[in-house]
């Protein structure tokens, strides 16, 4: 049986899902949109892009207008497409608990949709165990449908450069489906990389677990060296300069996002909360802010002050907001101090935020937030806290 699209991405106006309909789209594939979020979908018809991703508008544009790339809020599209992909959305919810319910009860909703032949795609970051999950509710559902496991791991903000070079881990359980995953992403990147479903689920966890340890790592090392009133940006110059075994010790900074803390966590669930190591790095990265203000607190009567947060996105260049530290410095500030203004040139979910030129005349300190580039720069006549280095004047605090 024909389709008449190649490709349907399901959640494919996020963060994930939309570079990825992008980038098949101009790689020449026929490409759908699936998505519940009506606006979002409205706005990516229009050739506009719901968030900032570098080069992704005029992308966007071009496959929108040479009809290669059709979103739309309507079910019926899966049955459409050859390959279904699915890359919705799966936090932790707030005791910190993955929900590995969240991708088998989307499958299922779109089970009326799914057509016999098609592969099935999850791309997710899903709790281990999941695709066998979705495979087993397939084949209650008696759906001879083939399913694949091929995790992402762009990072925002390189998404359009990254789906065009990383290689891509794909995995399936029978041969003929783990082929098919292959042809797919082989669209996209020369390397693949083939792990069993089980394999590729703990291999995208450990991505993030690895890299969410790092950041713990080099937290943990800047307050050990703040505490001795001493640089961990010039220690850690010093200790990368032509030395390759130590290249990666990261800047210190707020390690926050969607993805790191939530898939380390997910990871600690996955193996009955015995996870020491990640434990740990959450407490070190999640009370860096803490630890920001207590310092500040010693040095400063911080309830007379105003304190301006510079950048209120969890990384550099970025207007992503979920799971921002720099809302965990606010909320903290808030307490301690006498008023807090908080600025984002890229943020626009934040009606609390207001012009860079306020928070510079109005407020009495400066912590910065979120690494933006223009704040290296700035020209300032208050103090400013900038614990990841942007300033190049020190990290102490
Ligand atoms: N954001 C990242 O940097 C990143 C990187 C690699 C992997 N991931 C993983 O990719 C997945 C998606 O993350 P994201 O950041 O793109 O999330 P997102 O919230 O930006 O996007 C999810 C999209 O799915 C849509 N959606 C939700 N439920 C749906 C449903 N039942 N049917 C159709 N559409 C639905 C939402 O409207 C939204 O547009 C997560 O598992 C995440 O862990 C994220």
């Given at each position: 049986m024909g389709f008449d699209l190649d490709v349907v991405v399901v959640?494919?106006?996020?963060h994930v899902g939309l570079p990825l309909a992008i980038a098949f789209a101009e790689r020449g594939l026929q490409v759908g949109i699936y998505d519940i979020n009506p606006a979002a979908v409205e706005e990516v018809r229009s050739g506009v892009m719901p968030f900032d991703e570098p080069g992704a508008e005029e992308a966007l544009q071009r496959v929108v207008s040479s009809s290669h790339l059709r979103p739309t809020t309507?079910?019926?599209?899966?049955?459409?497409?050859?390959h279904v992909v699915v890359v919705i959305g799966t936090p932790v919810d707030?005791?910190?608990?993955?929900?590995?319910?969240v991708v088998p009860a989307a499958v299922e909703d779109l089970a009326a949709h799914l057509r016999p032949g098609q592969l099935l795609v999850l791309r997710s970051t899903v709790y281990p165990g999941v695709t066998a999950l979705v495979e087993r509710r397939l084949s209650n559902l008696g759906l001879d449908v083939d399913v694949a496991f091929c995790p992402e791991r762009i990072a925002e903000g390189k998404a359009l450069k990254e789906l065009f070079e990383l290689p891509q881990i794909v995995s399936a359980r029978n041969p003929g489906a783990l082929m098919r995953a292959r042809k797919l992403f082989e669209v996209l990147v020369n390397e693949i990389v083939e792990l069993l479903p089980e394999e590729a689920e703990l291999a995208k966890l450990y991505t993030n677990a690895y890299r969410y340890l790092k950041f713990a790592l080099a937290n943990q090392l800047y307050m050990m060296a703040n505490d001795f009133s001493l640089d961990y940006e010039r220690i850690r110059q010093g200790v990368i300069y032509n030395y390759p075994r130590a290249a990666d010790l990261p800047a210190a900074?707020?390690?926050?996002?969607?993805?790191l803390l939530k898939d380390t966590m997910q990871l600690a669930a996955f193996n009955n909360n015995n996870f020491v190591l990640g434990h740990a790095a959450m407490m070190v990265n999640e009370g860096l802010p803490l630890y920001v203000v207590d310092r500040l607190s010693r040095r400063y009567d911080l309830a007379t002050m105003t304190i301006g947060i510079l950048g209120m996105a969890?990384?550099?260049?970025?207007?992503d907001t979920r799971s921002s530290l720099a809302y965990k410095l606010k909320r903290i500030l808030r307490f301690k101090a006498g008023d807090v203004l908080c600025t984002d040139p890229y943020v626009k979910v934040d009606h609390n935020l207001v012009p860079l030129k306020e928070v510079l005349d109005r407020s009495d300190l400066l912590v910065i937030g979120a690494p933006h580039?223009?704040?290296?720069d700035l020209p300032v006549d208050k103090p400013v806290v900038d614990i990841w280095g942007v300033r190049g004047d020190g990290v102490r605090v």
């Open positions: 959640g494919g106006c996020g309507d079910a019926a599209v899966v049955s459409d497409a050859e707030e005791h910190l608990n993955p929900d590995p319910k900074g707020f390690a926050a996002g969607p993805c969890f990384k550099g260049e970025s207007d580039r223009l704040y290296a």
